[in-house]
């Protein structure tokens, strides 16, 4: 028989490994919802890149084939670019979240020529930045080149270099640190 003494320890025992095996649950819960927590940041963070390519996409396509020309500046570069869009960006709003953009013209680049089937064009460069107006800043900017008719005065003198139409280079901008 168990006497009084060894009833209480087993008991005791057992409420331990109950106490630190509800524990070990809660711990492992607590870890699945902050798993899904950052999965869902992860999702919006994602949904609001698209939207901002997107939406830059549209502008800038619209902008070289004559379209748009607000929110147009000469050639500022992609970094001077941020700061000039938080005071003078043109708002655009999204489904998700108000955004700013801004379209650098980047010009004539007399050094290079697109060929489509057997016609030449010139090279028109254009750079677009969006960005969320709310916080954590989100920034999309691409660069792209579309056809312009060709100037023979300027490309005679250059070596010419081919390229083909369309985006150039995508940036994705994380935080104000990062410009």
């Not at 331990?16 to 819960?29: E, F, I, R, T």
């Not at 949904?47 to 996409?57: C, G, H, S, T, W």
């Not at 290079?112 to 960005?131: D, S």
Request: proline fraction near 2%; glycine fraction near 8%.
């Amino acid at each position: 028989m168990i006497c009084l003494k060894q009833k209480g320890m087993v008991l005791l025992t057992v409420l331990l490994v109950l106490g630190l095996m509800s524990m070990l649950l809660l711990a492992n819960m607590q870890s699945l919802f902050l798993y899904d927590k950052l999965t869902q940041a992860f999702e919006l963070k994602d949904k609001v890149i698209e939207q901002l390519e997107k939406n830059a996409l549209e502008k800038l396509i619209r902008w070289g084939r004559g379209g748009d020309s607000d929110c147009v500046v000469r050639d500022l570069g992609p970094n001077k670019v941020m700061d000039y869009i938080m005071t003078n960006g043109c708002l655009l709003d999204g489904s998700l979240t108000r955004l700013k953009y801004l379209i650098s013209d980047l010009g004539v680049m007399s050094d290079h020529q697109i060929t489509l089937g057997t016609r030449v064009f010139g090279v028109k460069q254009g750079l677009i930045t969006v960005i969320t107006t709310g916080a954590p800043t989100i920034g999309v900017q691409l660069r792209m080149a579309f056809t312009v008719p060709l100037d023979a005065t300027i490309y005679a003198q250059k070596l010419v270099h081919p390229m083909l139409e369309g985006v150039m280079s995508w940036r994705l901008i994380e935080d104000s640190n990062e410009y």
